[in-house]
């Protein structure tokens, strides 16, 4: 099973809100990821969780932040997010030091009202 | 030098035809270099990757050509179906970490 899964699909949100995106993976990978992707445009790579401790965060703003509560599980915590902030948000997960292959998920498609 | 370029923005081919798409780096520390289809409003699929002490890779259809030298790698797909359709992204990274990924080729196959 190379499944990578995304909760919620769809999310839409106000400027004011505070929300979570979810990702999880039972391949029993070390590393994930997010990625921001918008329209016609590759995907960003904002988070690197290594064996559950943030590795690396591409300068992205505070109002993002991730969080690892196990090897499983992957969240993005959302807080007073703009409008251009809308995008497609990407989960990947990468196997161990034998394998640089990432499986992406499905995305959640965020809209900031 | 952490950028990837890739090459063409958009590609038209017919059914059965090669698409060529290409890619270069600039820096010498890149070891992965995969490739990916995406599907509109879905997450980007590996297709196939190649490591640079090999020069090619082929899986099926689709064939990577990698020069070292040049700091240069392409993806050929052979006989081109309407359900290749999608846009490819080449990718390059250090270490399976930082993902570096080029800008994309929206590829339409005619039948």
């Known amino acids: 099973d190379t499944e990578v899964t995304q909760t919620p699909k769809h999310l839409v949100m106000g400027m004011t809100n505070k929300k979570s995106l979810k990702c999880e993976q039972h391949m029993g990978h070390r590393a994930m990821y997010w990625y921001k992707q918008k329209a016609k445009k590759p995907p960003e790579l904002m988070f690197v969780y290594s064996y559950e401790k943030l590795s690396i965060n591409e300068s992205v703003p505070s109002r993002f932040s991730p969080e690892c509560p196990n090897s499983s599980l992957l969240n993005l915590h959302l807080h007073a997010l703009q409008p251009e902030d809308s995008a497609l948000y990407l989960c990947?997960?990468?196997?161990?030091?034998?394998?640089?292959?990432?499986?992406f998920g499905p995305g959640t498609r965020l809209t900031v009202l | 030098q952490q950028q990837v370029k890739q090459s063409p923005q958009s590609l038209i081919v017919q059914k059965g035809g090669i698409s060529i798409i290409n890619c270069a780096y600039e820096n010498t520390a890149f070891d992965y270099f995969p490739w990916y289809q995406q599907f509109p409003g879905k997450g980007p699929a590996l297709l196939i990757a190649i490591r640079p002490d090999v020069s090619e890779k082929k899986e099926g259809r689709f064939t990577i050509s990698f020069n070292k030298s040049a700091k240069q790698f392409s993806l050929h797909i052979m006989d081109s179906q309407p359900g290749d359709s999608a846009t490819y992204f080449c990718a390059a990274s250090i270490a399976g970490q930082n993902f570096v990924f080029g800008p994309g080729t929206r590829l339409s196959v005619l039948p």
């Open positions: 990947a997960s990468r196997g161990g030091p034998a394998t640089d292959t990432q499986y």
